[in-house]
């Protein structure tokens, strides 16, 4: 948390039983660690416990008001009579049975107050707690089992005394909650009042020693404006970070790359079978204007599927190249990065630009690889494509000026810097982009360190892509599809099949030979996946994208950047199986020509289950940035940004990226004026986080 931690030894503080419990199931050693270690969610006297997914065994807590209390006998064993009560939780009437206890009895008389927490069980449709522990919350007393924890931290009346909101911690086997809540109890008793790191509170806001002791404590009011709090300082922290890393890149120098005129870059814009769209035409002024500066260019450029981002870096890159500069474009697998050398070289060719491309990849040939290697080293090659083999020692630039990596989520930035580092002495400019829309929110934390620029309308002659669901358990839906696909190859064009996985039921190799054999007989079926040789995927594309190939059968590998605009429908089989992001950058591989294309959704999902309902909400939509949304709300957000990305997440444990932009928005507004103004404050205050969690923003 930014400019406050709390470094005593746990075991300086709580008993040394406890500490050490924490120690090994948690992984909390210092008061700090156990401060940021919040609440899940909290139980609020009188707003009802929420029973919303939970089943009959489930453990539930209850806070509420006795109601009724009655003794009765119990036959079989006359010495442990039966005790129930009734609890008004302010939604709900809870019944609590209790066995024999003779204090439950003493205790629990209408109107007392008390949390309750037991296993879960219906009776004619009412919730039942069977023999729950229990504590008053209204005078003195004493905790029945798990409860009795927070007796190791002081005393209960005066832990539990008047509170209205009581904190509920992700629990193990081995620390309960109420043990977390008791430790953080006797840790807060002890800690003395924080300073503001910034010398005085943000306006609109708690001061920070009041948040960090409301968000464990919450006073009448609830825990949110804490909550409001530390997640405006989550974000200034990161975007303290983001904003001393531009500071630094502003003093490394790169080369300048003027616009001139009637040169390469000019020759392609008159050779175009299309004008650039209006947004097309703004990034390129953009990115020109960027490189034309002594200033390292660090931008993002994400775009629709299909938004011609790779026309518009191409551009960019003859104007460096008019410059005397070399280009390295980084892709994320040989197919693309194939695939992007040979639709370059086409492209330059048909304009009569003599712009030279190479291509570098792991699985060439020694002789292919030399011959490539030289051509850089030499300044010969104009543009490097390649995937990671760029990365690799050996490989010498003559003069780089300019990186392009294509689909940025699936390189990490100390990825990005080692192609950067290959300039020498001068930081080239660096283009990344991406065809996976980003959340606002994520744009200005993750990429916080990036300019970033959008394309969202589709180039000239592009049509909207039609998208359908064909469920498993619609026999003539799945026949109709099929069809349809015969149908698409009978009228000239090409299809894909994407299967998730290479061998067994449902994989490629099976479903390759069953169309081969079966729906398809008569059409020439390919098969790509991950498994063949570079040159073999290389092969099988060349003759997809030459129309040899009416169907390829494929795994992911054609997720991103492939581009045959013959291609007019996809079927992706067994579609629950991929995410959301995911389907629409497959969707996005046909209608990439001028022609209707449809994309076939399969899926053995079951109606009405969740995996059904979200393949539906991708098929109802095109709109790759509302996906994307919805995207981070089903998954991890580290599962969103790639693994590569994910650090930054880890730190922001309590900021929502869908919900809470305009706490970063004001955070990152903020942090931008302290960076501008002190420097030297910003690099101190960002000095002690921890670095696993950082290190990619350390690279520069």
Known sequence: MLGFDDTRPLNLVIPAKQARAMAKHLELRTCGELLRYYPRRYLHFGSGADLEGLREGDTVNVVGTVTSAAKLDNRKTPERPIFKVSIDDGRRTFGATFFGSKYAMRVLTPGRRAMFTGKLSFYKGSPQLQHPDFVLLDGPTEATGSLRQLGHFGDLEEILSGREWLPLYPATKGVSTWTIM?????????????????????IGYLPLNSAVRQIHEPGPDGPSAALKRLKYDEALSVALAMGVRRADQAHHTAPELPRKQGRNQD???????????YGQSEVLREISEDIATPQPMSRLLQGEVGSGKTIV????????????????????????????????????LRAGVPARVVALTGSMGNAAKQDALLKTVSGEADIVVGTHALIQEGVEFFRLGMVVVDEQHRFGVEQRDQLRAKAGETTPHLLVMTAT??????????????????????PGGRKPIQSSVVPEFKPKWVARAWEKIREE??????AYVVCPRI???????????????????????GVLHGRLKGEEKDAVMSAFAAGQIDVLVSTTVIEVGVDVPNATVMMIREAEHFGISQLHQLRGRVG????????????????GSAAFERVGQVAQTTDGFALAELDL??????????????????TLRLVNLVDDFDIVKRAYDDAAGIVADNLAFARAATADFVPEDFEYLDKS
């Open 437 to 458: 829309p980003i959340p606002r929110t994520i744009a200005i934390t993750v990429f916080g360190d990036l300019a970033v620029s959008t394309l969202r309308e589709l």
């Open 503 to 525: 061998d067994g039921e449902g994989g490629v190799l099976e479903v390759a030979a069953a169309l081969d054999g079966g729906e398809l007989r008569g059409l020439e079926v």
């Open 592 to 607: 990439r020509g001028g022609n209707q294309s449809l994309c076939l959704f399969h899926t053995l999902a079951e109606p």
């Open 182 to 202: 008791g430790a953080v109890h006797a840790v807060l008793k002890s800690l003395p009042p924080i300073e503001e790191p910034l010398g005085f509170t943000p």
């Open 633 to 650: 709300l089903n998954r991890r957000e580290g599962d969103v940004l790639g693994t590569e990305q994910s650090g930054i997440v880890r």
């Open 313 to 348: 870096a191409l551009l960019a890159m003859l104007q460096a190249v008019d410059n005397g500069a070399q280009c390295a474009l980084l892709a994320p697998t040989e197919v693309l990065a194939l695939q992007h050398a040979r639709s370059l070289t086409d492209t330059l």
């Open 267 to 277: 020759t392609l814009l008159e050779h175009l079978p299309f004008p650039l769209t």
């Open 489 to 494: 190859v009978a009228a000239g064009h090409q």
